[in-house]
């Protein structure tokens, strides 16, 4: 069974940073891609990033480009978002997703149950 | 990149067909065909519910299909039925190796 987990949700004040990770288990995980879509509490998703199978490629929404960070350890089947500079528009739950051919590989087949940035001072 | 257009609202009386417009631009959902639908209930995750403009993944009800014209995708419900109740969402690949998510709308049984 496909699980993603995420952690590392909290309170931040504005400026400040923060290091999300999303543990998975029931794929082979070095072989997909993988995203950090969020959602401001009772707003509409927002894709955020995206990583390939290595590493060697990511791609990050405007509006966090230059202050998100996406990266993944193979090794430890764990995707992470690292964010800096963090604002009080990104607030939201931060869901990791994946990819997969039952999903025609450009889809989110499988979620996360999201975890929680508050920016606030 | 701009969020697509999707009617906030729609809703329909119980076996009723109701369908929720997508509408994106010709780097988006016009691009490629790989526009997928999501059904989210408050406080869960989304749902894969059409991938690849008209695709069901297994365990997805026929009653939900997907197409696409143009540049505007759209989610038909067939037999509507209070469990349909949701918030819906598209999303696209885009040109720029992103994607891009639409605004959501949200489904009422009346």
């Known amino acids: 069974e496909v699980q993603l987990m995420e952690s590392g949700g909290g309170l931040v004040q504005p400026g400040g940073s923060l290091r999300l990770s999303c543990a998975a288990s029931?794929?082979?995980?070095?072989?997909?891609?993988l995203h950090w879509v969020r959602q401001a509490p009772g707003k509409g998703l927002v894709w955020v990033s995206q990583?390939?199978?290595?590493?060697?490629?990511?791609t990050y929404a405007d509006s966090v480009k230059g202050r998100f960070t996406i990266s993944r350890d193979n090794a430890k089947n764990t995707l992470f978002l690292q964010m800096n500079s963090l604002r009080a528009e990104d607030t939201a739950f931060y869901y990791c997703?994946?990819?997969?051919?039952?999903?025609?590989?450009?889809?989110?087949?499988?979620w996360g149950q999201g975890t929680l940035v508050t920016v606030s001072s | 990149q701009s969020a697509l257009t999707q009617p906030v609202s729609v809703s329909g009386s119980p076996g009723q067909s109701i369908t929720i417009s997508c509408s994106g631009t010709s780097s988006d959902v016009g691009a490629y065909n790989y526009v997928s639908w999501y059904q989210q209930f408050p406080g869960r995750a989304p749902k894969l519910m059409i991938f690849d403009v008209t695709k069901r993944p297994s365990g997805v009800s026929d009653r939900f299909s997907g197409s696409k014209s143009g540049n505007t995708a759209s989610l038909t419900i067939s037999g509507l039925q209070a469990e349909d109740e949701a918030d819906y969402y598209c999303t696209s690949f885009t040109y720029y190796n992103t994607y891009v998510f639409g605004t959501g709308t949200k489904i009422t049984v009346l």
């Open positions: 029931g794929f082979t995980f070095s072989s997909h891609w």
């Open positions: 997703a994946l990819t997969s051919a039952s999903g025609g590989w450009y889809a989110y087949d499988y």
């Open positions: 990583i390939n199978t290595d590493g060697s490629i990511t």
